[in-house]
């Protein structure tokens, strides 16, 4: 995916939660991401994030900065 789109996502996300206040709205991104972004789209924009972030939320950036790495699962 295009990293314009993974940001103009990250930052509508941000947007939708801001209102609910920093401390709140924080792990709610993070948790939004790791469960309904694919794993490939969360290694494109942390690599994105390791570069500076540009065009990121600053409420967006915080969430990133919070998501655990991911793990694949494996397979049984």
């Keep these: 995916m295009q990293p314009d789109k993974l940001i103009t996502m990250a ?3 941000a947007k939708y939660f801001e209102t609910q206040g920093e401390e709140r709205a924080l792990p709610q991104i993070a ?3 790791e469960k309904f ?3 490939r789209m969360r290694k494109q924009i942390i690599a994105h994030m390791q570069n500076g972030g540009e065009g990121l939320d600053p409420l967006a950036k915080k969430a990133l900065a919070a998501l655990k790495p991911f793990v694949p699962q494996a397979q049984s």
Excluded: K, L, R, V
Aim: no cysteine; charged share 10%.
């Design 11 to 13: 930052n509508q996300i």
């Design 37 to 39: 972004w694919d794993p």
């Design 31 to 33: 948790s939004h991401i």
